[in-house]
């Protein structure tokens, strides 16, 4: 089995200011963990990905997240926002062991203050 | 370019109606996905598929169908039988079965019932 929880299902920060987004995770086997992004009456993108290896992994639009197994978590980061990151941020955990499926955590909504 | 082409954009379905909703794909993917979002909520799996000709039921199959009789084409059959079928459907892919590298989504269809 396997589970995603998202801390806080809205956070709001400035435009160039550090950008936070929390999520834990669950899993029986080890983890795929990605995130994703959504802009209103959209499909999801890709940001970035962990399958195995380096646990740091770097995404597109300079976001990047660190996955702690210890701490069961994958925390989404990017050092400085930007006005067009608001969005809808989900996080999302699959295994090789689970036919490819994803299960997605609530989102989080990103808005970014000028 | 390769991608998901997802139609209609927006569905309108009338009580004890069926509606199906349509998922084409050139990127060569063997496996495909269908899931749910409503509003504030994580995407919820309908069915999947990971070969032509097969498919399985995801968390919340009950009212859908699917055929699977192309690589390239995955349609969502809503049925009567589904009883609060408005919600924002996406179709998603994934280069094969179990190996889940990232999905690559559809634009999305919502469907709304007058």
């Known amino acids: 089995a396997q589970s995603v929880t998202q801390l806080g299902s809205h956070v709001s920060v400035s435009e160039g200011a550090l950008v936070l987004l929390r999520c834990n995770y669950s899993s029986s086997v080890p983890p795929y963990l990605f995130w994703y992004v959504q802009y209103p009456n959209q499909g999801l993108q890709l940001l970035l990905k962990y399958t195995t290896g380096a646990t740091l992994v770097k995404g597109i639009n300079g976001f990047e997240a660190e996955f702690k197994k210890s701490e069961t978590s994958f925390h989404l980061t990017k050092p400085s926002a930007h006005m067009s990151d608001a969005a809808e941020y989900f996080c999302a955990v699959s295994a090789e062991t689970n036919a490819g499926k994803s299960t997605f955590g609530d989102g989080t909504t990103l808005t970014v203050k000028p | 370019d390769g991608g998901i082409t997802q139609s209609p954009k927006y569905l309108f379905r009338k009580e004890g109606q069926n509606v199906t909703l349509s998922c084409e794909q050139n990127l060569n993917h063997d496996a495909m996905y269908w899931y749910r979002q409503d509003p504030g909520q994580g995407l919820r799996l309908i069915y999947y598929s990971q070969i032509v000709n097969d498919f399985q039921k995801g968390d919340i199959a009950e009212g859908y169908s699917v055929s699977r009789e192309k690589k390239e084409s995955f349609p969502l059959t809503v049925t009567s039988a589904q009883k609060n079928p408005t919600a924002f459907y996406l179709c998603?892919?994934?280069?094969?079965?179990?190996?889940?590298?990232?999905?690559?989504f559809g634009s999305g269809t919502r469907l709304t019932v007058v």
């Open positions: 998603a892919s994934s280069i094969s079965q179990g190996r889940n590298y990232g999905y690559t």
